[in-house]
């Protein structure tokens, strides 16, 4: 069992940043690879980025603005979004999986956290 809190969202202008954190609790925890997803109003949750058994993997849409970290001594997974847009705004969630292959598919996940909100003005 695998519990995960995220934290760290909020209201941002565009241009600004947000470091979002993913505390993960559990005997268990280090062996998941853990993703980063977000879920808009009225659309499908979608994959922003994940860690792997040390690679990271990110969605076109975030490359060179958003970058994943893991502090497995902290149990934690944060996600540095810079250059933040509108389109950025949404609730993000962590998750945790043992399909190390398929870390972009959200179905693959076992465990997820609550999520945070995260809202970018134009």
């Known amino acids: 069992q695998v519990q995960l809190v995220e934290s760290g969202g909020g209201l941002v202008q565009a241009g600004g940043s947000l470091n979002l954190s993913c505390a993960a609790s559990?005997?268990?925890?280090?062996?998941?690879?853990v993703g980063w997803f977000r879920q808009a109003p009225g659309k499908e949750r979608e994959f922003v980025a994940a860690?792997?058994?040390?690679?990271?993997y990110y969605a076109d849409s975030v490359k060179g603005r958003f970058t994943i970290s893991r502090d497995n001594a902290k149990s934690t997974v944060s996600l540095e979004m810079n250059s933040l847009e509108p389109e950025d705004t949404a609730v993000y969630y962590c998750?945790?999986?043992?399909?190390?292959?398929?870390?972009?598919?959200?179905?693959?996940?076992?465990?997820w956290g609550q999520g945070t909100q995260v809202t970018v003005s134009s």
């Open positions: 998750g945790a999986t043992l399909d190390y292959l398929r870390v972009k598919m959200p179905r693959m996940y076992n465990y």
């Open positions: 860690t792997s058994r040390g690679n990271k």
């Open positions: 559990g005997r268990t925890a280090s062996r998941f690879a």
